[in-house]
């Protein structure tokens, strides 16, 4: 009963210390503001996208925060997901913090004396919301669009980044739940944000065509790559096939999976030798996709290696012979950025922000074509000049992908919506 009594104690202790060093911190920054003319920018950002496992909004996250504090050393940034976690609940992941970065995560111990799920209700509804307005941020950055509700009394000023616009443009490859979600709260938020952060010019015409959003709101910001794909040499995961074709991503309806399948099954006809991965999860409504890949005469000849790490994601791509990529819509595409840094030449959609992304570099299909996309694999598979072209081509352009200006545009935009001088350009295209 004492040990249980001593951690109870010492945890409501660690909590008292935050909140009163946080009321002090709020008042130090303020005298260094108004006293000392110090110049300093706040900045609290929704981080639950690092509690899944990462998928694209996920890894631009994680790059964007890693090198905002070393391209602008007067941001500061505060991570906010779950402040308090039951005993029984995991730890936190790994985070890209840095010197000027704080996550606050108060975590229950074993043998708590009081009973666990009415304190922790208490603790959500009165403690977290006073240490989030203690905090006092300038701004709040959310890089998946939506504030949660439980970071609300976080925001002052908001700087939000939509990716894409799929549920307006394709409603139905959006699950019906976050369907309905989106049309109720997506106008609260596009009226809310001091500024609007889109990945590419694509998105940008979308929210000003589909959702009105008057363009000198919003600020395109291209994203980057991750530099070590472009060292040589891979390790190839054993059992992997000599030759094959690659496609990476959520396998949902958006992604134009049974196009996909139909085309490769006419390549194959066509005398393609290799086989086809698919790399990522099942997603929303992926019956019709597990039907085709079921029934697909070279249902033999496919391989879904389900969700990689991302060390074993790169040794599969730089050992694919293409990246197959026709994609319904794409807020940016960044798995063709990559493929590109990895020298692996791209066969793209020609809709949506791929051209914009890839450029030069692809070779480009109908989605909508299965004809289209078996004519791509066989160009590639018969020409090795057209690969060596398109390998080189793409890794030039990779390398104009860089996260350094991608977090350097950000800033600006953060600087802005916190009433600081802007210090670089607010946009960043390639």
């Known amino acids: 009963m004492s040990r249980r009594l001593r951690a109870t104690a010492l945890f409501f202790l660690?909590?008292?210390?935050?909140?009163?060093?946080?009321?002090?911190?709020?008042?130090?920054?303020?005298?260094?503001?108004?006293?000392?003319?110090?110049?300093?920018?706040?900045?609290?950002?929704?981080?639950?996208?690092?509690?899944?496992?990462?998928?694209g909004v996920g890894w631009y996250e994680w790059n964007l925060l890693a090198r905002l504090p070393e391209v602008d050393p007067q941001v500061e940034l505060r991570f906010y997901a779950h402040t308090?976690?039951?005993?029984?609940?995991?730890?936190?992941?790994?985070?890209?913090?840095?010197?000027?970065?704080?996550?606050?995560?108060?975590?229950?111990?074993?043998?708590?004396?009081?009973?666990?799920?009415p304190t922790m209700r208490l603790l959500r509804l009165i403690a977290e919301p006073a240490l989030l307005f203690l905090d006092g941020?300038?701004?709040?950055?959310?890089?998946?669009?939506?504030?949660?509700?439980?970071?609300?009394a976080a925001v002052r000023s908001l700087v939000p980044t939509v990716h894409d616009l799929a549920f307006l443009r394709l409603p139905h490859t959006v699950q019906r739940e976050t369907l309905d979600n989106l049309h109720r709260h997506f106008p609260g938020v596009l009226f809310a944000a001091d500024a609007l952060i889109a990945v590419s010019a694509a998105t940008a015409g979308d929210l000003a065509g589909l959702a009105g959003v008057n363009p000198r709101r919003v600020h395109v910001i291209h994203e980057?790559?991750?530099?070590?794909?472009?060292?040589?040499?891979?390790?190839?995961?054993?059992?992997?096939?000599?030759?094959?074709?690659?496609?990476?991503?959520?396998?949902?309806?958006?992604?134009n999976v049974v196009n996909l399948l139909e085309g490769f099954a006419r390549a194959v006809a066509q005398g393609y030798p290799g086989e086809l991965l698919l790399v990522g999860r099942?997603?929303?409504?992926?019956?019709?996709?597990?039907?085709a890949l079921e029934r697909s005469p070279v249902r033999g000849r496919i391989r879904h290696l389900d969700y990689l790490a991302r060390e074993a994601l790169s040794d599969v791509m730089r050992g694919a012979e293409a990246l197959v990529f026709p994609s319904l819509l794409e807020g940016f595409?960044?798995?063709v950025v990559e493929a590109m840094a990895c020298g692996v030449p791209v066969i793209v959609s020609r809709a949506s922000s791929l051209p914009e992304v890839a450029g030069e570099a692809g070779l480009y299909v109908d989605p909508a074509s299965p004809a289209e996309i078996a004519s791509a694999i066989m160009r590639l598979a018969t020409d090795p000049l057209l690969r060596d072209c398109l390998s080189n081509a793409g890794r030039e352009r990779a390398q104009r992908f860089r996260w350094e200006e991608t977090a350097r545009a950000t800033a600006a935009v953060l600087r802005r919506a916190g009433g600081l001088p802007e210090r670089f350009a607010d946009a960043y295209r390639v």
């Open 333 to 335: 595409g960044l798995p």
């Open 84 to 117: 308090f976690g039951a005993p029984d609940e995991p730890p936190p992941p790994l985070l890209p913090t840095t010197v000027r970065s704080r996550f606050r995560f108060h975590h229950m111990p074993r043998g708590f004396l009081l009973p666990v799920r």
């Open 14 to 55: 660690h909590l008292l210390r935050d909140l009163v060093g946080t009321l002090a911190a709020r008042l130090r920054r303020s005298y260094r503001r108004t006293v000392l003319g110090e110049e300093s920018l706040t900045v609290g950002v929704d981080i639950f996208p690092f509690f899944e496992r990462m998928t």
């Open 224 to 255: 980057g790559v991750d530099p070590s794909l472009f060292a040589g040499g891979s390790n190839p995961p054993y059992g992997l096939p000599s030759r094959y074709l690659l496609f990476v991503s959520t396998l949902e309806p958006r992604k």
């Open 137 to 152: 941020n300038d701004v709040f950055f959310a890089p998946n669009f939506f504030v949660p509700r439980r970071h609300l």
């Open 282 to 291: 099942w997603g929303w409504h992926a019956e019709a996709a597990q039907q």
